[in-house]
């Protein structure tokens, strides 16, 4: 099911039994920039039980090349508020922030956020900046929508 809130493109998945099984969430910034909150529980195969996980991530235009698994330092901020540092995993074009925990903390920030800027690094720790122009009203919006839909896919996980 697709949505919009916006500026934000917001899909909802359902698995075959019509139980929220993923959702993703995205917003264009500048330069071809794209921000993306990502929640699921995926199974690779039928017999296993699903993995939940939570993802806040940004892809763009330029390589990034490939961090080691503990991932590269990242600072982010919101509205012109102090620099936050992040662990983000990075592959070929995007990073990642991959601990549900930041996750939830980013989001939670998110929701009152005019701007975000995150500072990715290339493989030669250059560093590049994405901006990100944000309604908060939208975005408060979002951020809600987003942590009731990872909530209910993260308890049909623990199933």
């Given amino acids: 099911m697709a949505t919009w809130f916006g500026s934000w493109d917001y899909v909802l998945k359902h698995d075959d039994e019509g139980q929220p099984q993923a959702v993703f969430v995205r917003l264009r910034g500048e330069n ?3 921000l993306w909150l990502t929640c699921q ?7 296993q039980r699903p993995i939940p996980f939570t993802t806040v991530a940004v892809a763009q235009k330029q390589f990034l090349g490939r961090s080691d698994p503990n991932g590269r330092s ?6 012109n508020n102090g620099p936050e540092v992040g662990q983000w995993i990075y592959r070929e074009r995007h990073g990642q922030m991959p601990d549900p925990a930041q996750v939830r903390d980013f989001v939670e920030k998110l929701a009152g956020a005019k701007s975000l800027t995150i500072e990715l690094s290339n493989y030669r720790y250059e560093t590049q900046q994405h901006e990100f122009r944000l309604d ?3 975005t408060s919006s979002v951020a809600d929508r987003f942590r009731k839909d990872c909530a209910d896919i993260l308890r049909e996980s623990d199933r």
Wanted: net charge negative; aromatic share 22%.
């Fill in 32 to 34: 071809g920039s794209l």
């Fill in 41 to 47: 529980r995926f199974a690779s195969e039928s017999d």
């Fill in 136 to 138: 908060p009203k939208d």
């Fill in 74 to 79: 990242t600072v982010y901020w919101f509205d």
